[in-house]
């Protein structure tokens, strides 16, 4: 989530949402009623965003202010608020500050409630085992006290997971880890493509690696190249060959 957003109000209307390193202000008066709205507001359009640069799938959200122990006071100019801790949607942190000498400085604790379609598990799956297309589906969840769902189930296909799945189970980044495709010492395929010219021919992995990886190759004519893990025993080079070091004198 964005950590840094400063929302200028006047007359208890958002006027705009901008980095906190660029804050501007107008000339305003705020009565102490209407604090919590404008930090909902600004609640409200942080999620907003986040759900927005999370991609998530028709996302639904509530948020709600929790009512302080301190009394508030009126602010006789604009009031700024800066979101402190949104690491959880289900409790964050809000700074609402009034400047000026006779300001104040006031923190919220703030719950939104967003629920989306994640990707979840459509049927039981061994550890290890590497997601195809049909173990995965997408129902709407509650993701509030989740920081790490999956929107996309393309982006859990081809993974594995790290322990045993569940049918039903919500799919979380950190549950998940890409298989080793490549092993060292293993026979692979490197395939180089161009234009609409492929070329392949048999390599030795020097490393181990999963779909992305980077790893060292010796073709089969002896030279060793850095090449991109592809699929499963398949690599395409990255790279001019890797040549020795001239002796030293």
Not at 6 to 20: D, E, K, N, R, Y
Not at 186 to 203: D, H, P, T
Request: aromatic share 4%.
């Amino acid at each position: 989530m964005y950590n840094k957003c400063i929302v200028t109000v006047s007359a208890g209307m958002l006027l705009f949402c901008i980095p906190f390193s660029s804050v501007f202000s107008a000339p305003a008066q705020v009565a102490a009623e209407q604090v919590p709205g404008i930090v909902e507001a600004a609640a409200r359009r942080h999620i907003e965003r986040w759900a927005e640069a999370a991609g998530l799938s028709e996302p639904q959200l509530g948020v709600t202010v929790v009512p302080g122990s301190r009394p508030l006071a009126a602010c006789g100019q604009a009031v700024t608020v800066t979101a402190a801790d949104t690491r959880l949607p289900s409790r964050m942190r809000f700074i609402a500050v009034c400047s000026g000498a006779a300001g104040w400085r006031y923190e919220f604790i703030v719950r939104a409630q967003v629920s989306a379609r994640i990707a979840v598990m459509a049927s039981d799956l061994a550890a290890g085992k590497v997601l195809a297309d049909e173990d995965v589906l997408l129902e709407r969840h509650d993701i509030s006290a989740i920081s790490d769902s999956i929107s996309d189930p393309q982006d859990a296909v081809g993974m594995s997971g790290k322990r045993a799945l569940r049918a039903g189970e919500i799919l979380r980044k950190t549950l998940l880890s890409s298989p080793t495709l490549v092993k060292r010492g293993e026979l692979v395929r490197i395939v180089a493509r161009q234009e609409q010219i492929e070329v392949s021919m048999a390599g030795e992995a020097l490393d181990a690696g999963a779909r992305g990886d980077t790893v060292r190759v010796r073709n089969a004519n002896g030279t060793v190249i850095r090449a991109r893990v592809t699929g499963a025993a398949t690599v395409e080079p990255v790279s001019a060959p890797i040549t020795a070091s001239p002796p030293s004198e």
